[in-house]
């Protein structure tokens, strides 16, 4: 090809036809132009191949990700049960509906415990990182970003929740029901108290339900730990979704 095109040019320039030289000349460039951009697309497009293959790989490990997600998901949506039950239970009691018992300390100490969700974030950090977010399927993109913006939600109320029991609630009952410890039936903290030979506290000697103060702090957490555990639910059933749409995909 190259011979011939050699040939022509020389036969060109000796009949010294400048016009169907300029003509063959311009050809000539096209020819390049055209093979240079054949060649970028070529590469381009082995490029997008290989992001694409990388992006997939790293989905796999968000996937796993989910996995690990769900599973911590589903413990933090157990916990906030007991929680709510508890509360239930003391505000119960308040009502006098339900009568104070043993069980009473556990209620009440159980709900300062504080909880908090950590996601797994390794497949998302290297997807951003590498810039391979773009090579993955529309709406899976769309269903990554919708349950990480689920965690966000899940951080903002967990904090708030998190921020009343520091602030509020467990100050109250280490300063004014702080004996009840003693008594508590939460198996960590029995198992400081179990060898205690002191006289046991007296829990109606303490005058709960006059406490309404308390009694306020305790409904609090009830509707507190109900909206966390709503979150909660919502981004299992999100992540649960993705891991699926993830899973089929790669299949």
Do not use: C
Not at 33 to 53: C, E, H, K, P
Not at 60 to 80: T, V
Not at 224 to 251: F, H, P, S
């Amino acid at each position: 090809m190259l011979t011939l095109l050699r040939k022509i040019r020389r036969s060109l320039i000796e009949s010294q036809s400048a016009q169907k030289y300029f003509l063959y000349a311009s050809g000539e460039i096209l020819l390049v132009i055209i093979g240079i951009l054949i060649a970028l697309w070529i590469n381009n497009r082995n490029q997008d191949r290989v992001n694409t293959a990388s992006a997939f790989l790293h989905l796999q490990l968000l996937g796993e990700n989910l996995a690990d997600d769900i599973a911590g998901l589903e413990y933090l949506m157990a916990e906030a049960d007991t929680t709510i039950a508890y509360t239930q239970r003391l505000v119960d009691q308040w009502k006098t509906i339900r009568t104070i018992s043993d069980q009473t300390p556990k209620y009440l100490f159980y709900t300062i415990f504080e909880r908090s969700f950590h996601p797994s974030k390794s497949g998302l950090e290297t997807l951003n990182n590498s810039g391979e977010m773009a090579y993955l399927p529309r709406q899976i993109q769309l269903d990554i970003l919708d349950y990480y913006s689920l965690v966000d939600r899940v951080y903002e109320s967990e904090e708030i929740t998190n921020n009343y029991i520091k602030i509020h609630l467990e100050p109250k009952l280490l300063s004014d029901y702080n004996k009840l410890v003693r008594i508590t039936n939460i198996p960590i903290v029995h198992e400081i108290y179990q060898d205690d030979p002191r006289k046991k506290p007296d829990l109606l000697g303490y005058q709960l339900l006059s406490d309404s103060n308390l009694e306020m702090m305790i409904s609090a957490r009830y509707f507190q730990t109900k909206r966390t555990r709503g979150y909660y639910q919502m981004a299992i059933e999100k992540a649960k979704e993705l891991k699926t749409n993830i899973d089929t995909y790669e299949d």
